[in-house]
């Protein structure tokens, strides 16, 4: 059963905000500084531990309610803030994916024993993502819209993208000289440097080596994303500078790898994760010194925000073995049930050889369904809606029949178009099911995070303590690899995460891509001659919003109309005003379990929302989610 006050998809077709605002006068060609904090939580940001951001926050603009997307894990924010589309329309859906829903889509042959068909994909490696753009697979269509990056260098401006391997690709998967969306791009300013991959060729020989990886460091990656600086002030900027002199717009991307990545590997509110922190804040200082100095702060605009947030590990979940354990799932290597894990999310796909009607993928969807609710460690699920799925039965006979209900085909589900995880053009490429686990938002996680905390895993008899520390030899052999330090402070919200099964992070180390609040909320500030000053924009707004927002900034059209739907920050913009209305809302769904003959255990799931609106249009935000499980009761 599901109550809701009105529908909303992320996946609409919006018109931009209406402006109260004269028309500006020319001005000289833009620069944009995008600079990503990768995990950074905004309740981490302080005088104390981040005293340049904090003060840019404070300078500049500050956006108090601003989302990352949901799933809210890596490869699936970056694809979204390059392109201003959700995750419906990129395709990108987590940073491990199964391929085989989209090669069978998109009619893409590869051999039987070929990898790319039978294995799930790390997305986060620019050489991959190379391959599935190059004419093999996708042929410039990987994320099914043009690119940030890609507009600026048809306008003739500069592109310069440093940083984590994986995510920066997105912002112009064609710097290998592979095919983009539309015509080929003519244009050639711009540099492409990340971990794995550096473009145009001739540049690496131009550029200091990088340093080298020690697992010894507590910082983990700090002095990478400190040599990326040092790219981004002793040629970037410069570079940046030439064009807009030029007359051109410039767009320089720096993605660093923390604080996410000591957070995974160290947990949070541990003395490396302040560390972490101040290793980001120093980088930053070194950018606006460098703005200033090179004399372009007139014409710079900066901007630092989040991909998504973080938690801590409560407990491992490893659903593929519990399914097996359920007799779901034939074995822990058959594929026909695959479950792809990313850490608070599951991808879940159904064979089409082992279930090829939809009563009998039906069947197992709502078995598996059933079992998630049951536990503790279940948060939302999402599937496909009746009239989508019906489309794939019958081979697109039903496609203009596809209605916008908020509710997934199989009970207890949410539809995955009210999170903006499918497309009318790409449905197909969905996975089957989405598995969402829980955080409990307000817990901290106190007791979890350290060296001689619990491990703590669920399996066929429920949750238990596999023994003392994180990194205990019972797990598999990668938990050798990571440990959780001692905690400095207490961090709020904790989560049930799957790992990939045993082995993986555990308790009391730091995880996303969940559906919960702390997960949901990251951070966002700007500061510069476009953006307000002292301003804390009290609107929500969301990761879906920003290639708008630096298409504005920089006088470029706004983006791929029938993909790009989020909106320009206008409200921040200085000299601007934004005539809108916000509202809260909740979608409720309804799901009545058997607990045994005579009992049933009544589950209610609540999705929660922010939305702004004007004549223009409406744009919602999702805020976090509320799971309540009713004792069992008598069943009539």
């Given at each position: 059963?599901?109550?809701?006050?009105?529908?909303?998809?992320?996946?609409?077709?919006?018109?931009?905000?209406?402006?109260?605002?004269?028309?500006?006068p020319h001005r000289p060609a833009r620069i944009f500084v995008l600079m990503v904090w990768d995990?950074?939580?905004?309740?981490?940001?302080?005088?104390?531990?981040?005293?340049?951001?904090?003060?840019?926050?404070?300078?500049?603009?500050?956006?108090?309610?601003?989302?990352?997307?949901?799933?809210?894990?890596?490869?699936?924010?970056?694809?979204?803030?390059?392109?201003?589309?959700?995750?419906?329309?990129?395709?990108?859906?987590?940073?491990?994916?199964?391929?085989?829903?989209?090669?069978?889509?998109?009619?893409?042959?590869?051999?039987?024993?070929?990898?790319?068909?039978?294995?799930?994909?790390?997305?986060?490696?620019?050489?991959?993502?190379?391959?599935?753009?190059?004419?093999?697979?996708?042929?410039?269509?990987?994320?099914?819209?043009?690119?940030?990056?890609?507009?600026?260098?048809?306008?003739?401006?500069?592109?310069?993208?440093?940083?984590?391997?994986?995510?920066?690709?997105?912002?112009?998967?064609?710097?290998?000289?592979?095919?983009?969306?539309?015509?080929?791009?003519?244009?050639?300013?711009?540099?492409?440097?990340?971990?794995?991959?550096?473009?145009?060729?001739?540049?690496?020989?131009?550029?200091?080596?990088?340093?080298?990886?020690?697992?010894?460091?507590?910082?983990?990656?700090?002095?990478?994303?400190?040599?990326?600086?040092?790219?981004?002030?002793?040629?970037?900027?410069?570079?940046?500078?030439?064009?807009?002199?030029?007359?051109?717009?410039?767009?320089?991307?720096?993605?660093?790898?923390?604080?996410?990545?000591?957070?995974?590997?160290?947990?949070?509110?541990?003395?490396?994760?302040?560390?972490?922190?101040?290793?980001?804040?120093?980088?930053?200082?070194?950018?606006?010194?460098?703005?200033?100095?090179?004399?372009?702060?007139?014409?710079?605009?900066?901007?630092?925000?989040?991909?998504?947030?973080?938690?801590?590990?409560?407990?491992?979940?490893?659903?593929?073995?519990?399914?097996?354990?359920?007799?779901?799932?034939?074995?822990?290597?058959?594929?026909?049930?695959?479950?792809?894990?990313?850490?608070?999310?599951?991808?879940?796909?159904?064979?089409?050889?082992?279930?090829?009607?939809?009563?009998?993928?039906?069947?197992?969807?709502?078995?598996?369904?059933?079992?998630?609710?049951?536990?503790?460690?279940?948060?939302?699920?999402?599937?496909?809606?009746?009239?989508?799925?019906?489309?794939?039965?019958?081979?697109?006979?039903?496609?203009?029949?596809?209605?916008?209900?908020?509710?997934?085909?199989?009970?207890?589900?949410?539809?995955?178009?009210?999170?903006?995880?499918?497309?009318?053009?790409?449905?197909?490429?969905?996975?089957?099911?989405?598995?969402?686990?829980?955080?409990?938002?307000?817990?901290?996680?106190?007791?979890?995070?350290?060296?001689?905390?619990?491990?703590?895993?669920?399996?066929?008899?429920?949750?238990?303590?596999?023994?003392?520390?994180?990194?205990?030899?019972?797990?598999?052999?990668?938990?050798?690899?990571?440990?959780?330090?001692?905690?400095?402070?207490?961090?709020?919200?904790?989560?049930?995460?799957?790992?990939?099964?045993?082995?993986?992070?555990?308790?009391?180390?730091?995880?996303?891509?969940?559906?919960?609040?702390?997960?949901?909320?990251?951070?966002?500030?700007?500061?510069?001659?476009?953006?307000?000053?002292?301003?804390?924009?009290?609107?929500?707004?969301?990761?879906?919003?920003?290639?708008?927002?630096?298409?504005?900034?920089?006088?470029?059209?706004?983006?791929?109309?029938?993909?790009?739907?989020?909106?320009?920050?206008?409200?921040?913009?200085?000299?601007?005003?934004?005539?809108?209305?916000?509202?809260?809302?909740?979608?409720?769904?309804?799901?009545?379990?058997?607990?045994?003959?005579?009992?049933?255990?009544?589950?209610?799931?609540?999705?929660?929302?922010?939305?702004?609106?004007?004549?223009?249009?409406?744009?919602?935000?999702?805020?976090?989610?509320?799971?309540?499980?009713?004792?069992?009761?008598?069943?009539?």
């Amino acid at each position: 059963m599901l109550g809701c006050a009105f529908g909303v998809s992320l996946a609409l077709v919006i018109a931009p905000a209406h402006l109260v605002s004269a028309d500006s006068p020319h001005r000289p060609a833009r620069i944009f500084v995008l600079m990503v904090w990768d995990g950074l939580r905004p309740d981490f940001v302080t005088a104390e531990g981040t005293p340049n951001l904090f003060a840019m926050e404070n300078e500049g603009v500050r956006f108090a309610r601003h989302h990352s997307v949901f799933p809210t894990i890596t490869m699936v924010n970056s694809a979204t803030i390059a392109t201003g589309a959700p995750p419906g329309s990129t395709t990108i859906l987590g940073d491990e994916v199964s391929l085989v829903p989209r090669l069978r889509a998109h009619k893409v042959t590869v051999a039987p024993n070929d990898s790319w068909a039978n294995q799930p994909v790390n997305l986060e490696n620019s050489i991959t993502l190379a391959t599935l753009n190059g004419p093999k697979f996708f042929n410039g269509a990987l994320l099914g819209s043009e690119s940030i990056g890609q507009q600026i260098r048809r306008a003739g401006g500069y592109l310069a993208i440093i940083g984590k391997k994986g995510p920066t690709f997105t912002f112009d998967d064609s710097v290998t000289g592979d095919p983009a969306m539309g015509a080929p791009i003519a244009a050639s300013n711009f540099i492409f440097v990340s971990d794995d991959l550096v473009a145009p060729p001739s540049l690496k020989s131009e550029l200091a080596p990088a340093p080298p990886k020690s697992a010894s460091e507590s910082v983990s990656y700090g002095m990478s994303d400190t040599y990326f600086a040092q790219i981004v002030t002793g040629r970037a900027l410069p570079e940046a500078k030439a064009a807009a002199l030029g007359g051109h717009p410039a767009l320089v991307v720096f993605w660093q790898h923390n604080p996410d990545v000591t957070q995974h590997h160290r947990g949070l509110g541990t003395q490396a994760n302040l560390d972490a922190l101040k290793v980001c804040d120093a980088n930053l200082a070194s950018l606006r010194d460098a703005i200033t100095k090179l004399g372009i702060a007139d014409r710079t605009d900066l901007m630092v925000v989040s991909d998504h947030g973080f938690a801590t590990i409560r407990a491992l979940v490893p659903l593929a073995q519990l399914l097996v354990a359920k007799g779901i799932k034939k074995s822990a290597t058959s594929d026909d049930v695959t479950v792809v894990a990313n850490g608070g999310l599951d991808l879940v796909h159904l064979s089409r050889a082992a279930f090829p009607t939809m009563e009998t993928r039906r069947a197992t969807l709502q078995k598996i369904t059933d079992f998630v609710e049951s536990q503790p460690w279940s948060g939302p699920l999402f599937t496909r809606n009746a009239d989508e799925e019906r489309a794939i039965d019958s081979s697109g006979a039903n496609l203009e029949k596809l209605t916008n209900d908020n509710s997934g085909w199989i009970e207890g589900t949410f539809s995955l178009d009210i999170v903006g995880m499918i497309g009318r053009n790409d449905y197909l490429d969905a996975p089957d099911l989405v598995v969402s686990f829980r955080e409990l938002p307000d817990v901290d996680n106190s007791g979890l995070t350290g060296t001689g905390g619990p491990a703590y895993v669920f399996d066929e008899q429920g949750e238990r303590n596999i023994g003392a520390g994180s990194h205990s030899n019972v797990l598999a052999e990668p938990l050798a690899k990571v440990r959780a330090e001692p905690l400095v402070m207490p961090v709020k919200g904790v989560m049930y995460a799957d790992t990939g099964g045993w082995g993986g992070f555990a308790t009391g180390l730091g995880m996303h891509a969940a559906a919960g609040a702390r997960e949901l909320h990251n951070f966002c500030a700007a500061v510069g001659p476009d953006f307000r000053r002292h301003f804390v924009d009290q609107y929500p707004s969301g990761n879906l919003d920003l290639r708008a927002t630096i298409a504005r900034v920089i006088d470029l059209a706004p983006g791929d109309d029938a993909n790009s739907v989020g909106r320009p920050l206008d409200e921040a913009l200085a000299g601007q005003q934004l005539n809108a209305a916000t509202s809260d809302f909740r979608v409720t769904l309804s799901h009545t379990l058997p607990t045994t003959e005579s009992t049933s255990t009544h589950i209610s799931t609540t999705l929660d929302f922010s939305v702004l609106s004007d004549e223009a249009g409406r744009w919602s935000y999702l805020d976090g989610v509320e799971y309540k499980q009713a004792p069992p009761t008598k069943s009539k």
